[in-house]
């Protein structure tokens, strides 16, 4: 069994940052696959970024390719994702996920998931 807690969302002007944050409970986290989705009003859950268990591999969405990074810190059971050149159409609630797959890329691959936290974009 895993718990995630997220943190570290909130209101930001287009072109700033935010860093969000993922504790993870359990002995086996470092065992899992974790990664970041996100849903906005109307519209489903989609996926943004991927790291595998031992962080040595990575995957990103189109959309945030280039502005967003994903990275682990197993010894703190926590998993980061770091956004830069935050964009008004980024703005949702961003959901951790963890999953036994070397890496998360869709849902059905989801065992476990956060809380969610907001992120909200201004232009």
């Known amino acids: 069994q895993v718990q995630l807690v997220e943190s570290g969302g909130g209101l930001v002007q287009a072109g700033g940052s935010l860093r969000l944050s993922c504790a993870g409970s359990g002995r086996t986290f470092s065992s899992y696959g974790m990664g970041w989705f996100r849903q906005a009003p109307g519209k489903e859950r989609e996926f943004v970024a991927t790291v595998s268990w031992n962080g040595g591999s990575t995957y990103y969405a189109d959309s945030v390719k280039g502005r967003f990074t994903i990275s682990r810190d197993n010894a703190k059971n926590t998993v980061y994702l770091q956004m830069n050149s935050l964009k008004p159409e980024d703005t949702a609630v961003y959901y951790c996920?963890?999953?036994?797959?070397?890496?998360?890329?869709?849902?059905?691959?989801?065992?476990?998931w956060g809380q969610g936290t907001q992120v909200t974009v201004s232009s």
């Open positions: 996920a963890a999953g036994s797959s070397w890496l998360i890329k869709d849902r059905k691959l989801i065992d476990y």
